[in-house]
């Protein structure tokens, strides 16, 4: 149930039996083969999937967040990480208005892990705040499926390979991961990885992909019971 499928009065009715919500943080940035909107379509995906289960409401998402490292590659747009906490920010106070107190944060990339820090601050400024943060990738439920077929995960990889994600033919075989001398900048960035994909298998079975979604899906609703 996505805010873009109701009216106000809709949200206001909502309001009166449940302050819970989900919010979706993505980017547009390079994945190698896969969409440039994946971060966002993983987290959406599972947002939608637990809405329909639970009833929780999902807020518009998020699809810019910080990329600077990918500038290099055409069609990645990234916030400053200022920028970034602003706007996060500005959307937690802005539900808050309304009556949400319990907010479960699903992020799909690496690069908004500093908005966390943002979000201490506000919490601890709006006592009954309450909110989670969901990065599904890191999950100990996702690494243990990967880890059940000894598969690493890579930036790009069969780790983001879902269905929905692909928009070309993916190349078969591995990747072997580059040496990374640090830090990069965005145009020795593009140098290093190439098409993008950080290292290992470019797709898998969909059988795999499915027990990925389906224990990312787990902690989702899991989570949204607030224990």
Not at 27 to 49: F, N, R, V, W
Not at 62 to 83: E, K, Q
Not at 105 to 126: D, Q, T
Not at 199 to 216: C, K, L, Q, T
């Amino acid at each position: 149930m996505r805010f873009a499928d109701l009216n106000w009065l809709d949200v206001e009715s909502y309001l009166k039996n449940d302050d819970r919500l989900m919010i979706v943080l993505g980017s547009c940035e390079q994945h190698g083969y896969l969409s440039l909107l994946t971060d966002a379509k993983i987290p959406q995906a599972l947002a939608d999937a637990a809405s329909q289960k639970t009833g929780v409401l999902v807020a518009p998402s998020l699809n810019f967040g910080a990329s600077p490292y990918f500038l290099a590659y055409p069609g990645t747009i990234s916030l400053r990480i200022d920028t970034l906490m602003d706007v996060v920010e500005d959307i937690m106070r802005s539900v808050y208005r309304h009556g949400f107190r319990r907010v479960l944060v699903l992020n799909g990339h690496g690069g908004n892990e500093p908005v966390r820090a943002r979000l201490f601050e506000l919490v601890s400024e709006l006592s009954d705040l309450r909110i989670a943060w969901y990065a599904w990738w890191s999950s100990h439920s996702v690494e243990a499926v990967a880890r059940k077929y000894e598969l690493k995960s890579y930036h790009a990889s069969w780790i983001e390979a879902f269905n929905f994600t692909r928009v070309a033919e993916l190349p078969d075989g591995e990747k072997t991961p580059p040496h990374i001398p640090g830090l990069l900048g965005a145009e020795e960035a593009r140098q290093v990885y190439g098409d993008g994909v950080f290292g290992g298998p470019y797709h898998v079975d969909d059988v795999i992909m499915d027990e990925i979604f389906n224990a990312a899906l787990g902690d989702v609703i899991h989570m949204l019971d607030f224990e």
